[in-house]
């Protein structure tokens, strides 16, 4: 199918496209890479009036260190990410989750930014800063305001963004030299979307321990602590994690997610 | 033609197109129908099956979930302007010397695809490439001659540069 007909903008600032997307006399939506917006365009799920293109925003498009944290423009690719010319803060976290989203092809036009606002619960980015701890600043309006991703992501598709708002930044905690990851999904081909994802972080130095399952048809579901690790991820223990979310009431589903946790719990522990 | 149209002025295989595109037009629809470059094959048009690949800055891209409007001040380069690309060729001889086709209708996107793995994976082995080349669907060849054809010219490539 082909997209409805939309008009198109393509401001060269952040507050030229603020501007555009506070227009309340036709539905408008910001659009980056179009990777996920691109399909749900030509299925015709999306019928926007005015698509602001928000990649020719030179401020989006920058990678910086701010003391301990890595600041990553909104429409940072996927691709850039995967390629590290930026210092990876992260310990290989961000280089090696980029590089299994999807496809290259999509990879070179897909933004980190994008991912996030599109807030499809199988996304990897979604998941794995959920895990790290990152927030995300959200850019509108009424100017700037700094969400940790677990009050980011509200749902399906759902996140705290306000209408005229976008992201602007990601800003990633680093990790200390103590700190282990893991990170495993349930793809029934590569690339393609996750079924299960598990997401782990142990970093002793900032005291964390922390589990998230992900693609659970809901928000990320965080786990904090030590339950989960030294054999404690097992069915039992995820259908109570995941109660209230239809992976609990699905045993092939909760199986799922518990193996997707499993492997990516047992990266850390190998 | 819509009312939203708007003047975009990109290189299309080297050569100046100015144009006037509707927004929603995608990327692949703008090739073959106003370039009438039919190399570039639709397939799923949401950005699954990898037929509509072709590069953007030469980086490849899925030119079905681009849309054209997009691409001002960019440069496209579809499989129509690889004819004399060193990479292309080394594969378009290898794809046929190792049954990588058969319809070729996924073949356009494949040799785009498989091109960048060369370029920037000459240190892949067969899981590497066919990760890699996941994101092309090939319903002939079963993917063993389409591997083998990129296998065939890393080697060769790995050989003459040794």
């Known amino acids: 199918m082909k997209a409805v007909d939309f008009d198109y903008a393509q401001p060269a600032t952040l507050a030229e496209a603020l501007e555009l997307l506070s227009r309340e006399d036709v539905m408008v939506r910001p659009v980056a890479g179009s990777q996920s917006l691109g399909p749900m365009l030509n299925l015709r799920l999306a019928q926007p009036e005015l698509l602001v293109d928000i990649t020719r925003i030179a401020e989006l498009q920058t990678i910086r260190q701010e003391g301990d944290r890595l600041v990553i423009g909104a429409c940072v690719t996927h691709a850039r990410l995967e390629d590290g010319d930026y210092p990876d803060v992260t310990r290989g976290v961000l280089p090696s989750v980029a590089a299994v989203i999807a496809y290259r092809a999509v990879r070179n036009r897909g933004t980190i930014g994008g991912s996030l606002a599109h807030a499809d619960p199988a996304a990897d980015w979604v998941n794995v800063l959920t895990a790290l701890g990152a927030d995300v600043v959200i850019a509108g309006p009424g100017g700037r305001r700094s969400v940790p991703m677990t009050d980011f992501i509200l749902g399906v598709f759902e996140t705290a963004l306000q209408p005229g708002e976008i992201v602007a930044e990601i800003h990633v905690p680093a990790l200390s030299d103590r700190a282990r990851w893991g990170y495993y999904k349930v793809c029934r081909k590569t690339g393609e979307f996750s079924h299960a994802t598990g997401a782990v972080l142990i970093d002793p130095a900032r005291g964390v321990q922390r589990c998230v399952a992900g693609a659970t048809s809901g928000k990320p579901v965080v786990i904090d602590g030590p339950a989960l690790f030294e054999g404690g991820c097992t069915e039992a223990a995820m259908a109570a994690h995941l109660a209230g979310s239809p992976a609990a009431d699905d045993p092939i589903a909760l199986r799922t997610h518990t193996v997707a946790l499993k492997r990516a719990i047992a990266q850390v522990m190998s | ?162």
């Open chain 2, 1 to 162: 033609m819509s009312a939203h149209a708007k003047s975009i002025s990109l290189t299309v295989n080297g050569a100046r197109v100015e144009a006037s595109v509707p927004p929603r037009q995608h990327l692949g629809d703008f090739l073959r129908e106003r370039e009438l470059l039919t190399g570039t094959h639709l397939g799923c048009e949401h950005g699954v099956c990898g037929a509509c690949t072709i590069l953007i800055d030469g980086e490849p891209a899925r030119s079905c979930i681009t849309f054209a409007v997009a691409c001002d001040g960019r440069s496209i380069t579809t499989v129509e302007g690889l004819d004399d690309d060193p990479v292309a060729t080394e594969l378009r001889e290898a794809f046929a010397a190792e049954h990588g086709l058969q319809c070729g209708f996924c073949t356009p996107g494949m040799l785009v695809a498989a091109r960048d793995v060369v370029l920037r994976r000459p240190d892949a082995d067969n899981p590497a490439i066919r990760t890699a080349m996941s994101g092309n669907l090939c319903r002939c060849t079963g993917y063993v001659g389409i591997v083998n054809a990129i296998r065939r010219v890393i080697d060769a490539r790995n050989t003459n540069a040794g």
